[in-house]
């Protein structure tokens, strides 16, 4: 456990004397640590500079498998602490921003009705830095959209069902009272958007593209619904939100939605790491989020069921 903390250390602090502080040892013996290690893997996993020392690819790669371990290691001690104090073990999951009101708060929801000692940890974020800190070892579970095919390295993900987007702006917003809109009412318009590389990002270039329409130069990215909502409380700003978080804080008051068509949909996946069982709550969760799942497709089929025999 020493070597490994050691090298995510030099991976960190790129000098041998700030590692062996790090992980309390004498630079001399850091030295040989590193050499016995480099040893075991047959590589050169650092290469000395006379500013300090840069990781290899056989470096890059052992410190990313070396502060998973570590992370784990850590969160087994503490898991057991919890459970030695009496508590019920520990759940750390995470969602994009549009899963958490209809997805992750009912699964958190049930999964503590069961066991009401558990701790919860959540991480709301993008879908990358989800799959980043499931691969790192500090999230059990993540439901977010699709990854790209690059970053799908060492996660297994599961559709669990796509969502309609909308268009959305401030109440005062000179557009929010407007009956009927066309694409053309909005080009040149002012957007709050994902950032881009994002897959709610690609649909709304894509639609923008079909629309031939084109965002006005006021562009503001972020993936946090916090500042979208604050922004869009100050600026004639539009931005686009899955149709359950949209009508969450449409319900508050807060934005509303614009006449305009639905821009296409939102894919949700749950992710866990491939190569890791999972524990008993982080198994219970999974079990919720698809349980909620289904408890909303059967709500909307006898929805459907209920209009088509008014028509």
């Given at each position: 456990?020493?070597?490994?903390?050691?090298?995510?250390?030099?991976?960190?602090?790129?000098?041998?004397?700030?590692?062996?502080?790090?992980?309390?040892?004498?630079?001399?013996?850091?030295?040989?640590?590193?050499?016995?290690?480099?040893?075991?893997?047959?590589?050169?996993?650092?290469?000395?500079?006379?500013?300090?020392?840069?990781?290899?690819?056989?470096?890059?790669?052992?410190?990313?498998?070396?502060?998973?371990?570590?992370?784990?290691?850590?969160?087994?001690?503490?898991?057991?602490?919890?459970?030695?104090?009496?508590?019920?073990?520990?759940?750390?999951?995470?969602?994009?921003?549009?899963?958490?009101?209809?997805?992750?708060?009912?699964?958190?929801?049930?999964?503590?009705?069961?066991?009401?000692?558990?701790?919860?940890?959540?991480?709301?974020?993008?879908s990358e830095v989800l799959a980043g800190a499931l691969r790192e070892g500090t999230l059990d579970v993540g439901i977010g959209s699709p990854l790209a095919p690059a970053?799908?390295?060492?996660?297994?993900?599961?559709?669990?069902?796509?969502?309609?987007?909308?268009?959305?702006?401030?109440?005062?917003?000179?557009?929010?009272?407007?009956?009927?809109?066309?694409?053309?009412?909005?080009?040149?318009?002012?957007?709050?958007l994902q950032p881009r590389g994002s897959a709610l990002r690609e649909t709304i270039d894509a639609l923008f593209t079909r629309a031939r329409i084109e965002p006005g130069?006021?562009?503001?990215?972020?993936?946090?619904?916090?500042?979208?909502?604050?922004?869009?409380?100050?600026?004639?700003?539009?931005?686009?939100?899955?149709?359950?978080?949209?009508?969450?804080?449409?319900?508050?008051r807060m934005l509303v939605r614009l006449a305009l068509p639905a821009p296409g949909t939102t894919e949700y996946v749950i992710m866990v790491r491939d190569d890791r069982?999972?524990?008993?709550?982080?198994?219970?969760?999974?079990?919720?989020?698809?349980?909620?799942?289904?408890?909303?497709?059967?709500?909307?089929?006898?929805?459907?069921?209920?209009?088509?025999?008014?028509?």
């Amino acid at each position: 456990m020493r070597q490994l903390a050691l090298v995510v250390a030099l991976h960190e602090r790129r000098s041998l004397r700030q590692a062996a502080a790090d992980v309390a040892i004498s630079q001399p013996a850091a030295t040989k640590m590193l050499q016995e290690v480099e040893d075991t893997f047959g590589v050169a996993l650092f290469e000395r500079h006379a500013w300090g020392m840069a990781p290899t690819l056989y470096g890059e790669t052992l410190a990313r498998y070396a502060r998973a371990i570590l992370n784990d290691v850590r969160e087994a001690g503490a898991e057991v602490a919890a459970l030695a104090s009496g508590a019920r073990g520990k759940l750390r999951v995470g969602g994009v921003t549009g899963a958490v009101p209809k997805l992750l708060v009912p699964a958190v929801r049930a999964v503590k009705a069961r066991a009401p000692q558990l701790q919860v940890f959540v991480l709301v974020n993008g879908s990358e830095v989800l799959a980043g800190a499931l691969r790192e070892g500090t999230l059990d579970v993540g439901i977010g959209s699709p990854l790209a095919p690059a970053l799908t390295h060492g996660i297994s993900s599961d559709h669990l069902h796509g969502e309609p987007l909308c268009i959305v702006a401030r109440p005062e917003h000179p557009l929010a009272r407007a009956r009927r809109l066309r694409w053309r009412d909005v080009d040149g318009a002012s957007w709050i958007l994902q950032p881009r590389g994002s897959a709610l990002r690609e649909t709304i270039d894509a639609l923008f593209t079909r629309a031939r329409i084109e965002p006005g130069v006021a562009l503001i990215e972020t993936v946090s619904i916090v500042a979208t909502l604050t922004l869009l409380q100050e600026f004639d700003a539009l931005s686009v939100l899955p149709l359950d978080l949209a009508r969450h804080y449409e319900a508050q008051r807060m934005l509303v939605r614009l006449a305009l068509p639905a821009p296409g949909t939102t894919e949700y996946v749950i992710m866990v790491r491939d190569d890791r069982e999972l524990s008993p709550a982080a198994a219970a969760f999974v079990t919720s989020v698809r349980g909620v799942v289904a408890g909303q497709k059967r709500r909307r089929a006898r929805a459907a069921a209920a209009n088509a025999g008014r028509d």
